[in-house]
């Protein structure tokens, strides 16, 4: 599968702003998934304790995906510049889910998080990118 899922030809790599450096946490992420990034990150990713920079979570309900962000904020706290990707199926996928990207929007409003991309994983998942809003950088959260 091509990393360039949608209509952009954009690298998903590149889609996502994984940079060389950053510390990566994956949460339920597909099988495929360095396939679909055609790029060996492993090296980047997260070990033990270590506070990320970068999280792509891979939602299927939206219960999950609200008790996966709650454990989440412990990494929000202490870094207020992380970037969040939640990834969730496509409705043309066929999967069920009651994850859209209203779901997650409305959540991140609600928790001092804001959407700022959104984009197309693989032929399945959906992305949307949460981030702190930069006036609230560096405070404490809710």
């Known amino acids: 599968m091509s990393t360039t899922a949608g209509y952009s ?13 950053l510390k990566i946490k994956l949460i339920n992420q597909p099988d495929n998934y360095f396939d679909l990034l055609e790029q060996n990150v492993k090296d980047q990713l997260c070990s033990g304790k270590e506070v990320p920079d970068f999280i792509h979570l891979f939602v299927k309900t939206a219960r999950d995906f609200e008790q996966q962000m709650f454990k989440l904020r412990k990494w929000i706290h202490q870094n207020s510049g992380i970037v969040i990707w939640v990834s969730w199926y496509k409705k043309s996928a066929g999967i069920p889910t009651d994850v859209t ?42």
């Open 101 to 142: 990207e209203e779901v997650i929007r409305n959540y991140a409003l609600k928790n001092d998080l804001v959407d700022i991309k959104v984009c197309a994983v693989s032929e399945i998942w959906s992305g949307l990118k949460l981030v702190v809003p930069v006036a609230k950088r560096n405070r404490k959260m809710k």
């Open 9 to 21: 030809g954009t690298p998903l790599l590149k889609k996502l702003g994984i940079q060389p450096g």
